[in-house]
């Protein structure tokens, strides 16, 4: 089993950036697909960028694609999404999550551990 805690949300300027982190404890985060997704208010949790156990792809939504960046550090049991031109329509609770699936085809019901969420607020 694993824990995640996110950090690094906030608010923040239209065009401007931040970097969330998760960082895993118990079992090693290098054990699993992690994932950030986003809720807004009123509508569905989205998955927005993933990443393989070992870093080496990442998938991304479309509407993220270009401005975000997801990374990890196994030493540390870290995962990062860097958020660069950030828009109003970024603004969303931001979840970390972790799958013992292999990377590729996740949805939303493929991953097993959550956090408890980060609120990032872009104002226009």
């Known amino acids: 089993q694993v824990q995640l805690v996110e950090s690094g949300g906030g608010l923040v300027q239209a065009g401007g950036s931040l970097r969330l982190s998760c960082a895993a404890s118990g079992r090693t985060s290098s054990s699993y697909t992690m994932g950030w997704f986003r809720q807004a208010p009123e509508k569905e949790r989205d998955l927005i960028a993933a990443?393989?156990?070992?870093?080496?792809?990442?998938a991304y939504a479309d509407s993220v694609k270009g401005r975000f960046a997801l990374s990890r550090d196994n030493a540390k049991n870290t995962v990062y999404l860097q958020m660069n031109s950030l828009k109003h329509e970024d603004t969303a609770v931001y979840y970390c999550?972790?799958?013992?699936?292999?990377?590729?085809?996740?949805?939303?019901?493929?991953?097993?551990?959550w956090g408890q969420g980060t609120q990032v607020t872009v104002s226009s």
């Open positions: 990443i393989s156990r070992n870093g080496r792809s990442t």
């Open positions: 999550a972790a799958s013992v699936r292999p990377f590729y085809g996740l949805g939303i019901k493929d991953y097993d551990y």
